[in-house]
């Protein structure tokens, strides 16, 4: 899956105080009910992308989690949530990819995701990996890029060479070198 051009390098100084965690998506996968339990008392500000339901917006007021909620976006304004962002979350239980990994990597944010089905593969080792069922292990995460710069900078860093893999010129060159091998290996026979 390549990455959308609109997603680039955009270098932001780290808000320590009160960073902006970006979350993409509100069904039931996307494990917000998790995350804002990991969140409460941290103080940093939400930015969730998707319709939340009103369980979720009651439990981030009981929760005193200072969100901001987009809905309707387009591809541009998804993209300026990424740069306006100091962290992704994505402590999905589950995902059929994880494009928001990448789109995070190139645009220089740290992440945070879970550590089950294809996230490890889609980040490497450009994100911090949590199991997204323990609330504990989801705050320790952000505690750590919050608190380290060296750490939070290395993912940063991993995360420009990650999103290197899903160019689209690169994609697009392994997949001529694929049907070129195949058209060979057919023609040899």
């Known amino acids: 899956v390549p990455i959308s051009k609109g997603f680039k390098k ?48 009651k439990k981030l007021q009981e929760n005193k989690i200072n969100f901001k909620n987009y809905v309707n976006l387009t ?37 945070v995701t879970s550590n089950v089905l294809s996230m490890p593969e889609v ?17 320790n995460a952000f505690d750590k890029v919050i608190g380290d710069s060296y750490y939070r900078e290395k993912l940063i860093l991993n995360g420009f060479e990650n999103c290197k893999r899903f160019d689209i010129e690169k994609i697009s060159n392994e997949y001529v070198s694929l049907y070129k091998d195949i058209i060979n290996k057919l023609v040899v026979k």
């Open 10 to 57: 955009v270098l932001k100084d780290f808000n320590t105080k009160e960073p902006v965690i970006l979350q993409v998506g509100t069904k039931f996968n996307k494990n917000i009910d998790r995350l804002i339990d990991a969140l409460k008392g941290l103080k940093c500000r939400l930015d969730i992308v998707g319709n939340l339901s009103e369980f979720q917006i």
């Open 75 to 111: 591809n541009e304004e998804i993209a300026q949530r990424y740069i306006d962002c100091d962290i992704l979350s994505f402590v999905s239980t589950y995902e059929g990819f994880g494009m928001p990994i990448v789109e995070a990597n190139a645009t220089g944010r740290v992440v």
């Open 123 to 139: 980040a490497g080792d450009s994100a911090v990996l949590v199991d997204p069922f323990n609330i504990q292990e989801i705050r």
